[in-house]
């Protein structure tokens, strides 16, 4: 994943950089290290969602790996079944978290934006420049729409694998076993569906986050 952020810039050039940034700021924040704060934040969004990517395709495997593999001790694949998927809900219930904190930073962005419009003189800057960021706040508010859909999309998900491990938990035979593996079909199909709405996510994320961000990227030869 590119990092975009001005921490990195900071990194790279130590003291200094952080002496650049405060002669370039002044005493007034400037409203782009307001925009790089909601590109952090959209970034690190991303992250957590493919965290999510990983951690359901390891729950699925798990289960099948429960299903279709066992053997001696179902107890064993059995609690990695279930040590997986508390993982995976853990991880949706942080990337909801997330929501009203990217509300909050995209807010802060916008606010800082509409102070430095108001400063302008010339008029068709003006236009030009409350245009964008029109166009920025509707970008932002689809990428937020887009996230609490594929979080929404993945929880049903979840809650069924639940159930199925509820199921086996109450009977952890081979006789449960195959009565899990329809149920296990089922939540697969509908976990690629999550899966994908969750990977369509990350990658808006990720570019309105670039988009946001005060680095330009490498130029390509």
């Excluded at 069924?160 to 089922?186: H, N, V």
């Amino acid at each position: 994943m590119k990092l975009t952020l001005a921490k990195l810039f900071l990194a790279a050039t130590g003291g200094f950089g952080a002496v650049l940034v405060l002669s370039l700021t002044g005493c007034r924040s400037a409203g782009y290290t307001k925009s790089d704060a909601a590109a952090s934040r959209l970034q690190r969004a991303a992250f957590e969602v493919r965290g999510e990517i990983s951690l359901l395709d390891g729950t699925i495997a798990s289960l099948n790996d429960l299903l279709n593999k066992a053997s001696g001790d179902l107890r064993l694949p059995f609690r990695r079944f279930s040590d997986a998927l508390d993982q995976l809900a853990a991880a949706n219930r942080r990337a909801v978290g997330e929501v009203s904190g990217l509300r909050k930073s995209g807010a802060a962005y916008f606010d800082a934006w509409d102070k430095e419009i108001l400063r302008m003189n010339d008029e068709k800057i003006h236009q030009n420049s409350s245009a964008r960021k029109s166009d920025t706040v509707e970008q932002f508010d689809a990428a937020l729409r887009e996230y609490a859909d594929a979080q929404n999309a993945l929880l049903p998900v979840i809650n069924y694998l639940k159930d199925i491990r509820t199921a086996l938990s109450a009977d952890l035979t081979m006789g449960g076993l195959q009565a899990a593996k329809e149920p296990a079909k089922s939540a697969a199909d509908n976990a690629g569906k999550a899966k994908d709405r969750l990977s369509r996510s990350a990658n808006t994320l990720d570019a309105l986050s670039e988009k946001m961000s005060f680095f330009a990227p490498e130029k390509t030869k």
